[in-house]
């Protein structure tokens, strides 16, 4: 299982979003290997246009939600405060991501450097994989 991020997702619904990404995510969901979690969801539902939201809803049908658990707020701020000791700041919603990839063990596919620049700093707690 991945956890795809928002970034990959964008590209996935776009109608005219890179071919790529529509083939690699469309062979993801068939293989039953995308996994998502509320912060993704979120990003997703708030930047959704109304015409897209019935594809939205049918590939996260088929496609594993991971929670986001109390416990992960504690990691969350954890995280932060280590990033922010080396100088670097990072979106929250991207540190919740990176939270349960994480706790999960999963890779986290993506479009952003921010997840690169976290997988520097957690190593191999933090699996990276830009598409």
């Not at 993801?28 to 594809?55: H, K, M």
Request: aromatic share 10%; net charge neutral.
């Amino acid at each position: 299982m991945k956890l795809v991020d928002t970034s990959l997702w964008v590209e996935f619904l776009r109608r005219k979003g890179d071919a790529q990404i529509k083939n690699l995510m469309g062979q993801w969901l068939q293989d039953d290997l995308i996994a998502y979690t509320c912060p993704i969801q979120f990003e997703l539902l708030c930047g959704v246009r109304s015409n897209e939201r019935s594809d939205l809803d049918a590939a996260l049908k088929f496609s594993h939600h991971l929670p986001f658990r109390t416990a992960d707020w504690v990691a969350a701020a954890e995280l932060e405060a280590r990033f922010k000791s080396k100088g670097l700041n990072i979106p929250r919603n991207d540190l919740f991501v990176a939270v349960v990839a994480i706790r999960e063990s999963l890779p986290l596919c993506c479009r952003d450097q921010h997840f690169s620049a976290m997988s520097k700093i957690c190593g191999e707690q933090l699996k990276v994989e830009q598409y």
